[in-house]
């Protein structure tokens, strides 16, 4: 079966976890692009995030990863654009949730309140959890405008 291609991002707040799960995707076979930042001086989440999120959006990566203190800023940075669905996640059962019910396809992971261990966690289960479809297939439909 053929490894998503993923995307993966952050902020200042974000870089340890970037560099930490990026060596874990690697080790586990996955095609992992880097969109930065490429170190822990204080940067404008948005200049990485936009970048990110086009590249998802024509299809040049399958999923996402963003990183950052809270995960609200990038969530909110990367639902911007029409082809984004991005999740906030802090927990296993809503890393599931996000792309069972919603057909999430980036990842957002609060770093000041997550260990890393845990991220890896969420993103495997994220990256092994199919969208239902059905019902919930109409809702999403209904999310870009």
């Known amino acids: 079966m ?32 880097d969109y930065g930042t490429n170190s822990g001086d204080s940067v404008d989440y948005p200049d990485y ?8 959006e024509k299809h040049v990566e399958d999923v996402g990863i963003l990183i950052c203190g809270s995960a609200n ?15 906030i996640v ?6 599931a949730l996000a792309r069972q019910h919603n057909d999430a396809n980036v990842i957002c992971i609060p770093a000041r309140f997550v260990s890393k261990e845990q991220a890896v966690e969420f993103i495997d ?12 297939a109409q809702r999403v439909n209904k999310i870009a405008l």
């Open 125 to 136: 289960i994220f990256l092994n959890t199919e969208f239902e479809g059905g019902r919930h």
């Open 90 to 95: 802090w927990e296993n059962d809503i890393a």
């Open 49 to 56: 995030v936009h970048p990110l999120s086009k590249a998802i």
């Open 2 to 33: 053929k490894k998503a291609r993923i995307a993966i991002g952050c902020d200042h707040a974000g870089f340890e976890y970037k560099n930490f799960i990026k060596e874990k995707l690697n080790s586990a076979g996955y095609p992992v692009r």
């Open 73 to 87: 800023g990038v969530a909110i940075t990367a639902n911007k654009h029409q082809g984004i669905r991005a999740a």
